[in-house]
């Protein structure tokens, strides 16, 4: 089977936010499409935010009137029984696996056998929901990110009876409507709401720990890891009501993995409904003058009238390497040296984290001051560090000092383990790789998910690669041996490619 072609009759059930931007998706595709909705008064409000949505387009010059009267002319709601000619249906109601199985049971049963059932479902399992069905092989996930016209991922899923041609045919047809397919078996979270977990819940736990304040970390994350909003933000953009439902679900799916556990700072700000932006207060205030973590200063200002006197590379830096090249750059007297891999600022010492505290760092190999990772530290505006409880003011100071001298704000956390950037992209990394191992898709779809579907920087796995598979595992290690939980297992995946030097985006990399 290919893709549909765009004079297929395609059915959406469910007119809120989901539906009728999907509808909007297959509209703009060239389909005819009948919307459909059982709750009084949803049905006309989501034609008329289509109708909106493309009169705004046509006014700010994105499309022209041919296209907007063609896609309006397409469109139309309707009964359930005049969505029987439909070759698919999308369904994107309640997320109860009760209310799907009893509203497509009766959908089912006025299609045509070979019509395709899909769900746009972002937490239930598409077996479950199939299984519930008579024909359960033409049933597929077909999850769509909010907004949908705007958003390019679709996560094709897979439940256990899906035939493969009806899978292949939402693909391909995903791709006609100009949407970023991935291919994933049904899991909880599929791939984005499962590898994107250590995303909030590192953040969270830092914040617990008293690393920083939310601001702050949002900071370390856009400036030095170049995500595109930090996590505190990202949560307060989707709400905590649906974030930490979802953190939830995918805990609860997992039989209580401790990976996933919620937090209860979170769930603190569900049940005073500081649920973010739509409540006016989260993590941050919306009610009041804005403050976001564009607005914080820098945490710490480097010392005035330091001047750095000698810089000794010692051994390879990995993936903090163009530290040397910007302190040649920026004139600073610099001696590469064979060694350990850590840099000697006047004489302090300075390493990437690898995932241990500069507490524990300075006791066992004499580091007086850990920094963090860096997407690019050409391109990043800060740098994250933190110094070891052992240390005395001076090394700080030294340290800030070289990091402003070539270009760079300085944050200083609170000791902790794994600094943010690195612990967050080593966790992401081994997300990603369970997902590789357990076949829920390939490591080309999980970082294709995780770039379209949440606007990372970087895809996790081949951030990985950058960084080095074994410091990676190293610093996963490390935070479990600080920590002394399960949550910070690694990947048998990763521990494997460790040991071999394999990586997943190379010749070698048979994963």
């Known amino acids: 089977m290919n893709a549909l072609k765009p004079d297929t009759l395609i059915g959406i059930i469910g007119a809120g936010a989901m539906g009728s931007g999907i509808a909007q998706v297959a509209l703009d595709a060239g389909h005819p499409v009948v919307l459909h909705d059982a709750a009084a008064g949803a049905l006309e409000r989501g034609l008329d935010g289509i109708r909106s949505r ?52 009766q959908l089912e049963q006025l299609l045509r056998p070979d019509a395709i059932i899909a769900s746009n479902t972002s937490s239930l399992s598409i077996t479950a929901i199939a299984a519930g069905l008579a024909r359960p092989q033409q049933v597929v996930g077909m999850h769509f990110f909010n907004p949908a016209p705007l958003l390019p991922l679709v996560e094709v899923v897979s439940g256990k009876a899906s035939a493969e041609a009806v899978v292949q045919t939402i693909f391909e047809t995903a791709l006609a409507w100009k949407k970023v397919p991935v291919h994933c078996r049904s899991t909880p979270g599929f791939i984005v709401n499962r590898i994107a977990r250590p995303y909030y819940g590192e953040a969270l736990r830092l914040l617990a720990e ?77 009610d009041v003058e804005a403050q976001t973590g564009d607005a914080v200063r820098p945490a710490a200002d480097t010392p005035a009238g330091y001047t750095i006197g000698s810089v000794i590379a010692e051994g390879e830096l990995g993936p903090a390497a163009a530290l040397i090249d910007l302190a040649h750059e920026h004139g600073l007297p610099v001696r590469v040296t064979d060694g350990a891999g850590v840099l000697h600022i006047d004489g302090v010492t300075l390493a990437l984290s690898d995932g241990r505290s500069a507490s524990e760092r300075f006791a066992r190999d004499g580091v007086q001051v850990v920094f963090d990772l860096a997407l690019d530290y050409r391109q990043a505006r800060s740098i994250a560090l933190a110094p070891a409880d052992q240390t005395d003011r001076h090394a700080l100071t030294v340290a800030q000092a070289f990091f402003a001298g070539i270009g760079k704000s300085v944050v200083v956390l609170d000791d902790c383990p794994g600094l943010v950037v690195m612990r967050t992209v080593a966790m992401l990394a081994n997300e990603g790789a369970d997902a590789v191992q357990q076949a829920i898709a390939t490591a080309a779809d999980v970082d294709l998910a995780m770039l379209n579907g949440v606007n990372y920087p970087r895809g996790p796995l081949a951030w990985a690669d950058r960084i080095g598979i074994a410091h990676v595992a190293r610093v996963i290690r490390h935070l479990s041996l600080s920590y002394g939980e399960d949550r910070y297992r690694l990947s048998p995946l990763l521990a494997r490619m460790a040991l071999t030097n394999r990586a997943f985006f190379s010749e070698r990399a048979s994963a």
């Open 54 to 105: 493309y009169a705004r387009l046509l006014a700010k010059g994105k499309i022209d009137q041919a296209h907007h009267d063609a896609c309006l002319a397409r469109l139309r709601g309707g009964s359930l029984q005049e969505l029987a000619g439909a070759a698919l249906v999308i369904e994107a109601i309640v997320e109860r696996l009760d209310v799907k199985i009893a509203v497509l049971s």
């Open 210 to 286: 008293g690393a920083a304040d939310a601001a702050t970390l949002d900071r370390v994350l856009r400036e030095t890891g170049g995500f595109r909003m930090g996590a505190f933000e990202l949560m307060d953009m989707i709400g905590h009501d649906v974030n930490y439902a979802v953190t939830q679900s995918v805990y609860d799916a997992l039989y209580q993995d401790p990976r996933y556990k919620p937090s209860l700072l979170q769930k603190e700000l569900v049940d005073a409904g500081w649920l973010g932006r739509k409540s006016g207060r989260g993590f941050y205030r919306y």
